[in-house]
Every structure is written in structure tokens, then in C-alpha cells.
Nanobody, 121 residues
Framework: QVQLVESGGGLVQPGGSLRLSCAAS????????MGWYRQAPGKERELVAT???????KYADSVKGRFTISRDNAKNTVFLQMNSLKPEDTAVYYC???????????????WGQGTQVTVSS
């Protein structure tokens, strides 16, 4: 019913930039919070950044000042601009959105399939 499709991952050198996108589609009634999480090999999935429908943002301490989350409510899309990337940012990045559909009007969390970000020289 709902699909989240991420794009924009890849290989980048330390100090470089990437912009991730995640578009939600399907029988969407309303989207509440949207966010990005990441999981490095051998580590637990962790929060990177979230943004509410009103635009309030929250960041992990490790990315503050380097990453910027934003959203386009008209296109049901969330973005993550990542600057000054470090090798420790290497991970699979997942988007998550809290969505109410036209048939299930309570908010449920939906996840994307993940996109690989590798920071290496």
C-alpha cells in the first residue's frame, strides 16, 4: 500500500557531499514525521535526523553541523544533504516515515529498502 524509495547513495571521498532522497507513494492520507537512520556493519541501526510535518528537526550529535534534513510535503519526499562526509559515516541509510493511509487512518511506521553510502579515499 505504501512504498518508500530511496536514492542518492554511492561512493564519495572524505570531505565530499551526497544528497539522499526518499519518496513515499501509495494510498497516503497524511504523513507525520519523516527521518533517516543508518546501520553500519556490525552495529545497531541509529537515528541520523528527523523532521516533523511542521519542519522541526532533530539530529544525532555525530552529524550536527554537517547534515541537513528537509522535506517537500507536496511531493511526500524527504531529503538528507550530507556534507563534510567522514569514513565513519559509511553505512546503509534508511528512511522512515510515519504515515496514515486512506484505509488505515492510524499512523504506522514504514521503512525504505536502504541505500549504501561509502566514504573512502
Amino acid at each position: 500500500q505504501v512504498q518508500l524509495v530511496e536514492s542518492g547513495g554511492g561512493l564519495v571521498q572524505p570531505g565530499g557531499s551526497l544528497r539522499l532522497s526518499c519518496a513515499a507513494s501509495g494510498s497516503i492520507f497524511r504523513i507525520n514525521a519523516m527521518g533517516w537512520y543508518r546501520q553500519a556493519p556490525g552495529k545497531e541501526r541509529e537515528l541520523v535526523a528527523t523532521i516533523t510535518s511542521g519542519g522541526m528537526t532533530k539530529y544525532a550529535d555525530s552529524v550536527k553541523g554537517r547534515f541537513t534534513i528537509s522535506r517537500d510535503n507536496a511531493k511526500n519526499t524527504v531529503f538528507l544533504q550530507m556534507n563534510s562526509l567522514k569514513p565513519e559515516d559509511t553505512a546503509v541509510y534508511y528512511c522512515k516515515s510515519r504515515i496514515a493511509t486512506v484505509t488505515v487512518t492510524i499512523y504506522l511506521d514504514y521503512w525504505g529498502q536502504g541505500t549504501q553510502v561509502t566514504v573512502s579515499s
